[in-house]
T-cell receptor, first 117, second 111 residues
Framework: NAGVMQNPRHLVRRRGQEARLRCSPMKGHSHVYWYRQLPEEGLKFMVYLQKENIIDESGMPKERFSAEFPKEGPSILRIQQVVRGDSAAYFC???????????????FGPGTRLLVL | AQSVTQLGSHVSVSEGALVLLRCNYSSSVPPYLFWYVQYPNQGLQLLLKYTSAATLVKGINGFEAEFKKSETSFHLTKPSAHMSDAAEYFCAVGGYQKVTFGIGTKLQVIP
């Protein structure tokens, strides 16, 4: 069973461009989480999605950031008009269907390291 | 609301010495508690988790953690540090529709 896949692993963008980060959850997992990690700042929750639904986006910046998890295909984190402050590692995690997903182990991908020039 | 406080962003221990990484949480619902480890340039992986069963939880690589409700703590310990334990460790609490991670503690193991 393949783990959580993220691509690309490294992404370089110039200010003003768009960044698209992809996450394929583990087989059978229907919950996806996105986190941002900045040096010395730990892991910050961004958004929690289930198939075709955003459950909690309280950690997402109000502008330029969006996320989706379509019925088919990977989850996408999209950052429009990137700025230097968006440079960070973005991690995706997935967990299986559960009546209580917050007690489930989250399985993390290797991350996408975004550098904005 | 919920939060996690990890005391000490950097901890150094000698090889063979006790490892103690501190975590205190705040949650007004019965919490789920986790410890994850992150090696350089990798994602996080689960060390252990507490889900209201036994208060002493054993994890992988010889780590264990004890849930103490009266102290709102979930400290991570290992009796004898190994060089391969050098990594960053994250405590997390689950509840209120999301899992909240602490800021992380970088463990350095000195030969």
């Amino acid at each position: 069973n393949a783990g959580v896949m993220q691509n690309p692993r490294h992404l370089v963008r110039r200010r003003g461009q768009e960044a698209r980060l992809r996450c394929s959850p583990m087989k059978g997992h229907s919950h996806v989480y996105w986190y941002r990690q900045l040096p010395e700042e730990g892991l910050k929750f961004m958004v929690y999605l289930q198939k075709e639904n955003i459950i909690d986006e309280s950690g997402m910046p109000k502008e330029r950031f969006s996320a989706e998890f379509p019925k088919e295909g990977p989850s996408i984190l999209r950052i429009q008009q990137v700025v230097r402050g968006d440079s960070a590692a973005y991690f995706c995690a997935s967990s299986p269907p559960s009546t209580d997903p917050l007690g489930e182990t989250q399985y993390f991908g290797p991350g996408t390291r975004l550098l904005v020039l | 609301a919920q939060s996690v406080t990890q005391l000490g962003s950097h901890v150094s221990v000698s090889e063979g010495a006790l490892v103690l990484l501190r975590c205190n949480y705040s949650s007004s619902v019965p919490p789920y508690l986790f410890w994850y480890v992150q090696y350089p340039n990798q994602g996080l992986q689960l060390l252990l988790k507490y889900t209201s069963a036994a208060t002493l939880v054993k994890g992988i690589n010889g780590f264990e953690a004890e849930f103490k409700k009266s102290e709102t703590s979930f400290h991570l310990t290992k009796p004898s540090a190994h060089m391969s334990d050098a990594a960053e460790y994250f405590c997390a609490v689950g509840g209120y529709q999301k899992v909240t991670f602490g800021i992380g503690t970088k463990l350095q193991v000195i030969p």
